[in-house]
């Protein structure tokens, strides 16, 4: 069974720019999360979907970032303008029987 | 109060020995526990799943979790090099919710 896949895995811009990551899920899992990692704290949720629908975005930037999952499969987050504290690694998550899969997550670099 | 609380380390010790890595949280509506194991520039990898409270044993590998005293534990036995990541304690209400992290312990096992 194929993983988590997440693209691209590294990505370097300036402040302001804007920047957009995608993730695939496990195929057949309905809920995907977006979590951002700063270095040296676990994980922190943005946003869940469950198939195209959000159900939990109370703790993503709204302002700057925005996700969809248009046809309930594939994923997109988007930052736009970057700041320099969003700086982390950016980890897309899909969920079947209780447990979370991890893709290999996205380093984004703000400078 | 952070919901979740563990320990960053690092923690350092000889090859074969036992580790044990801790976490307490605060809101009892947790239900799920799990450890993830998260090498260098990868994304958490899961290690151990509970529901509610009591042990699971999976090889070297033992979770504890004690929803009373709202603390769980893992305890990883014969330590290996190829040990050497950071834990990641995780923590969710219900199925199909958010996870809630701590901030990860370092772990270098020591050849």
């Known amino acids: 069974e194929a993983g988590v896949a997440q693209s691209p895995r590294y990505k370097i811009i300036e402040k302001r720019q804007s920047v957009a990551f995608w993730c695939n899920p496990i195929?057949?899992?309905?809920?995907l999360y977006w979590y951002q990692q700063i270095l040296g704290q676990g994980p922190k949720l943005l946003i869940q979907f469950q198939n195209n629908g959000v159900v939990d975005d109370s703790q993503l930037p709204k302002d700057r970032f925005s996700a969809e999952r248009l046809k309930g499969v594939d994923s997109t987050l988007k930052i736009q303008p970057a700041k320099l504290e969003d700086s982390a690694v950016y980890l897309c998550?899909?969920?079947?029987?209780?447990?979370?899969?991890f893709g290999p997550g996205t380093r984004l670099t703000v400078l | 109060q952070k919901e979740v609380e563990q320990d960053p380390g690092p923690l350092s010790v000889p090859e074969g020995a036992i580790v044990s890595l801790n976490c307490t949280y605060s809101?009892?509506?947790?239900?799920?526990f799990m450890w993830y194991r998260q090498y260098s520039r990868k994304g958490p990898e899961l290690l151990m799943y509970t529901y509610s409270s009591g042990n699971k044993e999976d090889g070297r590998f033992t979770a504890q979790v004690d929803k009373s005293s709202k603390y769980i534990s893992l305890f990883i036995r014969d330590s290996q090099p190829s040990d050497s990541a950071t834990y990641l304690c995780?923590?969710?209400?219900?199925?199909?919710?958010?996870?809630?992290f701590g901030k990860g312990t370092r772990l270098s096992v020591i050849a």
């Open positions: 995780a923590m969710m209400k219900a199925g199909n919710t958010p996870l809630v």
């Open positions: 195929s057949g899992h309905a809920t």
């Open positions: 809101n009892s509506a947790f239900q799920y």
């Open positions: 998550a899909s969920q079947g029987n209780n447990e979370q899969f």
